[in-house]
């Protein structure tokens, strides 16, 4: 089966209603009697969609793998993979750009990069742009315009604290909502330092991305004064924790110079995903958390996933 399906509800998990209708047409009769004839059945399917990068042991992209290739473990448990597909889908993409104080100095190379990076977005994909100071604020709502993107990205303004729960807090719950159509869905993270000023905790957002479906990647502007610090020690646990739960993953460039060469690899791997899906054969209802495992039979592959999903709940 190749059929692309990464929906859910705020997870991994996605549950389908198939509403199908069939007519038993009678050879006479009224319209009435016909339609009474006509019924209804409705079936509810638990997918457990997977997004998953697969890169050698050069890190170049694997892209060429069947679905034989793959086997998924839940709680160590060998699943039935139902759905295979390497569709290059649309992407939903939220970039999310700090401009509090301490990115002063760096704010007009990141602005570039930015650009440079929506400008490789298919005319397809949608992009919003959202920027954290003191408090998160959308400066362009999702668009498939890159000149728009663009021109928003080009308003960020360095002052402030930095809010970073805060935005992801937020742009977590607004892709949480769009499940209008099918995409892959992310969220881009530049950040410069630890975050000083939102009002939900690290543990919040955490939680979360456990209950969606979002690839988190993060970027981090190393401060040179603070890279054996402390405060960058914590940024650093923080950043890799996002990318490490969704299948994402986290850049520490030592330069900002290396900007272009980042953005550029988190859209060559957007664009070269799998996605897997299949149904658990664990019936229970109880909302637990589920560690999900891919792995390939091929050796010096590394596969990347989100790390597990919570259970669908009775009722």
């Known amino acids: 089966m190749s059929v692309p399906i990464t929906m859910g509800r705020f997870s991994l998990v996605s549950t389908m209603a198939v509403l ?14 016909k339609q009474e004839e006509r019924y209804q059945f409705r079936v509810t399917v638990d997918l457990i969609s997977l997004n998953v990068t697969v890169t050698d042991a050069r890190s170049r992209f694997v892209t060429e793998l069947l679905q034989k ?12 993979i139902s759905v295979y597909s ?12 700090d401009t509090s104080a301490s990115m002063d100095e760096k704010m007009s190379f990141a602005q570039e990069a ?16 959202m920027e954290f100071g003191s ?47 099918i995409r892959r869905q992310a969220i881009i993270v530049l950040s410069d ?17 456990k209950d969606t479906d979002v690839v988190i990647y993060t970027i981090s502007l190393r401060r040179p004064s603070a890279r054996r610090g402390r405060a960058f020690s914590e940024a650093e646990h923080v950043l890799k924790k996002l990318a490490e739960e969704t299948g994402g993953q986290w850049f520490f460039p030592n330069e900002i110079q ?29 909302g637990s958390w ?8 091929l050796p010096d592959l590394i596969v990347r996933t989100k790390l597990g999903y919570y259970a669908p709940r009775a009722n």
Do not use: H
């Open 135 to 181: 408090k998160p604020n959308v400066l362009q709502p999702f668009t498939a315009d890159p000149d728009k993107l663009s021109r928003a990205i080009r308003m960020t303004q360095a002052g402030g604290t930095t809010s970073l729960y805060n935005a992801l807090y937020i742009a977590l719950k607004n892709l949480n909502r769009r499940r209008e159509d």
């Open 290 to 297: 589920r560690r999900v495992v891919v792995q390939t039979g």
């Open 86 to 97: 390497r569709e290059d889908l649309p992407i939903r993409m939220l970039l999310l750009l």
């Open 20 to 33: 199908g209708w069939a007519v038993c047409a009678a050879p006479t009769g009224s319209q009435e009697q």
């Open 114 to 129: 930015a650009v440079n990076f929506v400008k490789t977005m298919k005319e397809d994909d949608l992009s919003e742009v």
């Open 258 to 286: 290396e900007l272009d060469s980042v953005y550029e690899r988190i859209s060559t791997e957007l664009k070269s995903q799998y996605n897997l899906g299949y149904i658990s054969n664990n019936p229970k209802r109880d």
């Open 69 to 80: 290739d793959f086997a998924v473990y839940e709680d160590g448990i060998s699943q039935e």
């Open 193 to 209: 330092g630890e975050d000083t000023s939102s009002l939900v905790s690290f543990e919040q957002v955490m939680e979360l991305t």
